[in-house]
């Protein structure tokens, strides 16, 4: 499974609250990422990180931030939860530098109400 | 981003090959071909990726068109663990370094 853990696993929260998810690897893995998939859809890039304090903006990063202070930890912050961001987030690893793989986290479900 | 083109849905047979067909005809010379699935309630997994030639893994085969307009992920036999919805997605970067772009992909059907 690539040691990726993803907390909380569930959330429910209301509009407005801020909100922040957590993905944590084990393996040293330079690239991180963060999608939202939401029902029947394919997952969407929210942000992506390519090392310690290096991120960059995926397709639908509007509403989210992104912070990367050390290599095993990613986390995706929504400052002002809104109901369209109900969803679930996948975060994902890339296997290696140059890697053809990347290897996805079980998933965190969050309802904004 | 090339775009790809997947039917919604496709049904099978337990132990039946199973053919699932993607088009990407403007595929650019560099774009990589990846294939991912996702189980019932699950993150995706990645099942094979390619570039030009036909590959061979333990989960599946990829043939690629000569031309790379379109590619074919090759379920040798089927089985009902196999049912998941199928992603055909291009990257410019080996692994989607700069992330991956999901369509809604194929749902694969198994029946007993």
């Known amino acids: 499974d690539a040691g990726i853990t993803q907390s909380p696993r569930h959330k429910v929260t209301e509009t407005g609250t801020p909100v922040t998810l957590r993905c944590h690897q084990t393996?040293?893995?330079?690239?991180m990422y963060w999608y939202r998939q939401d029902p029947g859809h394919g997952l969407r890039l929210i942000h992506y990180?390519?090392?310690?304090?290096?991120?960059d903006k995926g397709e639908v990063s509007d509403g989210y931030s992104v912070s990367r202070s050390k290599t095993e930890d990613f986390l995706l912050t929504l400052e002002s939860a809104t109901s369209s961001q109900t969803s679930v987030y996948f975060c994902?690893?890339?296997?290696?530098?140059?890697?053809?793989?990347?290897?996805f986290g079980p998933g965190t479900r969050l309802t904004v109400l | 981003d090339a775009k790809t083109t997947q039917p919604n849905s496709m049904e099978s047979n337990e132990e039946e090959p199973v053919h699932l067909p993607c088009n990407h005809s403007t595929i650019s010379g560099t774009d990589y071909i990846h294939w991912y699935r996702q189980l019932p309630s699950q993150g995706p997994e990645y099942v094979i990726h390619g570039l030009t030639s036909n590959v061979n893994n333990r989960m599946a085969s990829l043939a690629i068109a000569e031309d790379r307009k379109s590619s074919t992920l090759i379920l040798h036999r089927a089985t009902l663990r196999d049912a998941a919805v199928y992603y055909c997605?291009?990257?410019?970067?080996?692994?989607?370094?700069?992330?991956?772009?999901f369509g809604k992909g194929t749902h694969l059907i198994i029946q007993p």
């Open positions: 997605i291009l990257s410019r970067e080996p692994g989607g370094a700069d992330g991956l772009t």
């Open positions: 994902a690893i890339r296997g290696w530098d140059g890697g053809n793989e990347q290897f």
């Open positions: 990180s390519y090392g310690v304090k290096d991120t």
């Open positions: 393996e040293n893995h330079r690239y």
